[in-house]
């Protein structure tokens, strides 16, 4: 068996079946592994902690309605983040945190309309704050594949896009609680809104890297609609008491859905970019 397991965890929206997800998932990664990391033979073995389904009553019919995975044009190497990537991220971060709220939310931000914001443009998102025994199950889907992998003394990487890297965070900051002895050798995540005012209000509280992490690495694209407004969740989230920091990485998420439309904020486009095959490559063939 092997002893390195990646456990990812998707973002909002209803999805796919869990395996044909997963096997979306896997090819991104093969793909990007293969185009990034030339000569690397890494072995994936990849499982979703699946909650869209807590959400909806049936999962996304393929033909009709799911985006699935399409391989990236051209060959050799995806591009890495250059100057105009990270020009864009210097725009974003001088905007200043009240205006991003008013831009993400469209007038100045109280309780109540954030509820609504969250309610109308994240239904997922405001169940989880507001919809305790939603909130309970969403974790409990992370919590399962967590504790399988622990009992089995797998070396885990967890992967959480978007939403899924808010369930996260809150899975492992209760951890020393719920799950002794706990271990997460690499989270990674991805198009992550963890950095939004209304979202660390959300969250448990302090902010800051959960004990049992080992390393944490932030990827983000300035372009992504989610990510944009704060793409340095290393100045909100201080170290453990290991010394353990976000370590943020601007990259290019070039996927193009088969429409030929744009989505730089597709988990498709996070798992193949060079910095994300990097990342698993090492994770995957270290001792």
């Not at 309605?65 to 100057?83: D, F, N, Q, R, T």
């Not at 997460?184 to 939004?196: E, K, N, Q, R, Y």
């Not at 609609?225 to 353990?244: E, F, I, P, Q």
Request: charged share 25%; hydrophobic share 40%.
């Amino acid at each position: 068996m092997n002893t390195k397991l990646i456990i990812g965890i998707h973002g909002l929206k209803n999805k796919p079946e869990p395996d044909i997800l997963r096997g979306w998932w896997t090819a991104a990664i093969v793909e990007g592994i293969s185009r990034n990391c030339e000569g690397q033979n890494v072995d994936v073995d990849l499982v979703l902690a699946y909650w869209a389904d807590v959400m909806h009553s049936s999962p996304v019919v393929v033909a009709e309605e799911a985006e699935p995975y399409v391989a990236a044009g051209g060959s050799g190497p995806l591009p890495k983040a250059g100057i105009s990537i990270k020009r864009i991220a210097v725009a974003r971060i001088q905007e200043g945190a009240g205006k991003v709220l008013e831009l993400v939310f469209g007038t100045p931000v109280t309780e109540d309309l954030v509820r609504e914001a969250l309610k109308t443009e994240a239904p997922d998102l405001h169940r989880y704050k507001y919809d305790r025994a939603a909130r309970d199950a969403m974790q409990e889907r992370l919590r399962e594949q967590l504790r399988t992998a622990h009992a089995g003394g797998r070396k885990i990487m967890l992967i959480a896009h978007s939403m899924g890297s808010i369930i996260a965070y809150d899975v492992l900051a209760a951890a020393g609680r719920r799950m002794p002895g706990l271990r997460i050798a690499h989270l990674v995540t991805v198009g992550s809104p963890l950095g939004l005012a209304p979202v660390k209000e959300i969250v448990a509280a302090p902010l800051r890297v959960p004990e049992c992490v080992a390393r944490w690495s932030n990827l983000a694209d300035p372009r992504d609609h989610v990510a944009r407004w704060d793409t340095r969740l290393s100045s909100d989230y201080s170290k453990n008491s290991a010394g353990s920091a976000i370590s943020d990485h601007l990259v290019i998420n070039g996927y193009v859905s088969p429409s030929g439309k744009p989505n730089p904020h597709k988990i498709y486009g996070y798992l193949r970019t060079p910095e994300m095959s990097e990342l698993i490559a090492s994770f995957v063939t270290s001792r």
